[in-house]
């Protein structure tokens, strides 16, 4: 956790193309996020990308009609985020393709919802945010940095904690844990709550270094597919598998996608028809069936 975190503080002084390494951080953070949802309890949430653009707007209100400090305001950016999935916690009584679906949905309502023209004095509608007096890309990297860091500690606690494997028990076997004593409905909203947290602090983060942006832009359904992929791609329910879907998977659409993109997408298409056929459980799954033990 301590050498990602120190690589990506340290990198703009060294490489000059900050919004790369920016994006990077995002979705190192959004991975990590998917991780606790997906990897601890199997819920896999299509419409993730609504926490993020949740957590945006939060920051963006604040900032536009109370001039809140952005340091600030990145707390409405995790408060906006969590409201938001308390208000949709009674989702977690679906399961499988139906929670996934029913989630997308969710996040596309709330996008409808931000951008209606009549919202225009409050949100600014589908006309865009414009949050240039608070435009600072190098501090708001250094706060992405320790948004990571702070999903990355998450995880890191999940992976080591009686309630970590709480998560798990009821990931493999709801009745058995509930059985066990664990509180199923409990742990569950706890960890859908964790999860909109750190999407909600990416996504305030995200509209402070940007500075200006439209709806479609904080809700594109591109994080959370991105998110997902990378997350399954490096292998769920461990610390440095989303970290290494991350490294290799957006490192190669920076490579390949934007000079060439119809290879990438083929490249892309192939990676996951293979992964999905022999790594089911990412590549990290690969390290470990020759006994390494990996965090």
Same mark, same amino acid.
């Given at each position: 956790?301590?050498?990602?975190t ?24 959004l991975a990590q996020?998917?991780?606790? &949802? ?12 609504? !926490? ?11 900032v ?65 945010? *414009? ?9 708001a ?14 995880v ?17 076997d ?5 059985s ?17 947290? &750190? ?11 940007? *500075? ?8 594109? *359904?591109?994080?959370?597919? !991105?998110? &997902? ?7 769920? *329910? ?16 920076? !490579? ?13 298409g ?9 790594l ?16």
């Amino acid at each position: 956790m301590a050498p990602v975190t120190a690589a990506f503080a340290i990198l703009p002084s060294v490489y000059s193309n900050h919004l790369l390494l920016f994006n990077f951080v995002v979705f190192l953070t959004l991975a990590q996020g998917v991780n606790v &949802i997906y990897g601890f309890t199997g819920y896999l949430p299509f419409g993730y990308v609504g !926490f993020f653009g949740a957590g945006a707007y939060g920051f963006s209100l604040l900032v536009m009609h109370l001039h809140a400090p952005p340091v600030l305001a990145l707390g409405a950016a995790g408060v906006s985020a969590v409201a938001l999935g308390l208000l949709l916690t009674p989702l977690l009584r679906l399961s499988g393709a139906y929670f996934s679906i029913a989630n997308l949905a969710a996040s596309l309502a709330v996008l409808h919802f931000i951008s209606n023209p009549n919202l225009e004095p409050i949100t600014r509608g589908p006309y865009g945010v *414009s949050l240039s007096g608070v435009f600072n890309p190098d501090l708001a990297y250094s706060i992405a940095v320790a948004v990571m860091a702070f999903a990355l500690i998450v995880v890191v606690y999940l992976r080591n904690s009686r309630f970590g494997l709480a998560l798990q028990a009821v990931r493999e076997d709801a009745v058995s844990a509930a059985s066990a004593g664990v509180d199923v409905v409990r742990v569950r909203v706890y960890a859908w709550l964790i999860s909109s947290v &750190i999407a909600g602090f990416a996504g305030g983060v995200y509209a402070w270094y940007v *500075s200006v942006f439209y709806p479609e832009t904080v809700f594109g *359904s591109d994080y959370s597919i !991105f998110a &997902i992929v990378f997350a399954l791609f490096g292998g769920v *329910s461990t610390i440095i598998g989303p970290i290494v879907g991350v490294v290799l998977l957006y490192g190669v659409y920076n !490579f390949i996608g934007f000079s060439t993109p119809q290879y990438f997408q083929l490249i892309y298409g192939a990676l996951i028809i293979l992964l999905v056929l022999f790594l089911p459980q990412g590549l990290i799954s690969f390290v470990k069936r020759r006994g390494v033990d990996v965090p």
